[in-house]
């Protein structure tokens, strides 16, 4: 990360290490496609799972999709939403119970 993109990072309130996060699942993403599922599931958890309330729920990428309205997620999905997670928590998953869980707010 430049000194340029770290100090833009700290003048909004980002964490750097959780804007490289954020970052790093945007260079995941190598096809238009990609992005465009990405974003689509950042919006449906975006409606779904209100931010600006405190966390209070740790959820899999899979429990995410349940809760947006996919009853059975394929792998791709999943794996969309766990990017889409990054960018919205602005945070990477924490592994607890062998499981990669990510800590969000309560569904509204």
Do not use: W
């Amino acid at each position: 990360m430049t000194e340029s993109v770290r100090l833009a990072c700290l003048a909004v309130g980002i964490a750097p290490d959780l804007a490289q996060a954020a970052a790093l699942a945007h260079a995941r993403m190598s096809t238009p496609k990609e992005t465009e599922r990405v974003q689509e599931m950042l919006r449906a958890i975006r409606a779904t799972f209100d931010f600006s309330h405190p966390p209070g729920a740790r959820m899999t990428a899979s429990e995410v999709c349940a809760a947006i309205g996919i009853a059975t997620p394929t792998r791709t999905q999943q794996a969309d939403a766990g990017r889409a997670l990054i960018i919205a928590t602005q945070r990477r998953p924490m592994k607890t119970n062998g499981r990669q869980v990510y800590v969000l707010p309560k569904a509204t």
